[in-house]
Nanobody, 127 residues
Framework: QVQLVESGGDLVQPGGSLRLSCSFS????????ICWFRQAQGKQREAVSC????????YYSSDVKGRFTISGDKVKNTVWLGLDMLKLEDTATYYC????????????????????WGQGTQVTVAT
């Protein structure tokens, strides 16, 4: 069974940094796209960033562009999300999601494109 496991969430002050990890395993997986979504309390799940295709195209939401960085290592079966200059509004549960197909344009933001999801890791930004 394919599994995605997130880690790295923590309590951090505004302006601080974190690095989230998503490790994936299981028989027969070959993900073309790995993404991070987040969901704040009382709000809908939203796309944060994606890494797609052999060339490693990256996508970022306007809220995090310039502050977050997505990267991956297929050998280590891990994708990371670096979070810098954190803001109070970045507080949320962050989820890793994976799909078998490459994504293009705004399709990366659609959670229906991803078949596998992790359980989430909590990021709390507070003074």
């Amino acid at each position: 069974q394919v599994q995605l496991v997130e880690s790295g969430g923590d309590l951090v002050q505004p302006g601080g940094s974190l690095r989230l990890s998503c490790s994936f395993s299981g028989p027969g997986y070959d993900f073309a796209t790995i993404c991070w979504f987040r969901q704040a309390q009382g709000k809908q799940r939203e796309a944060v960033s994606c890494l797609s295709g052999r060339m490693g195209r990256t996508y970022y939401s306007s809220d995090v562009k310039g502050r977050f960085t997505i990267s991956g290592d297929k050998v280590k079966n891990t994708v990371w999300l670096g979070l810098d200059m954190l803001k109070l509004e970045d507080t949320a549960t962050y989820y890793c999601a994976a799909g078998a197909f490459e994504v293009y344009g705004s399709n990366w933001m659609n959670p229906r494109n991803y078949d596998y999801w992790g359980q989430g890791t909590q990021v709390t930004v507070a003074t």
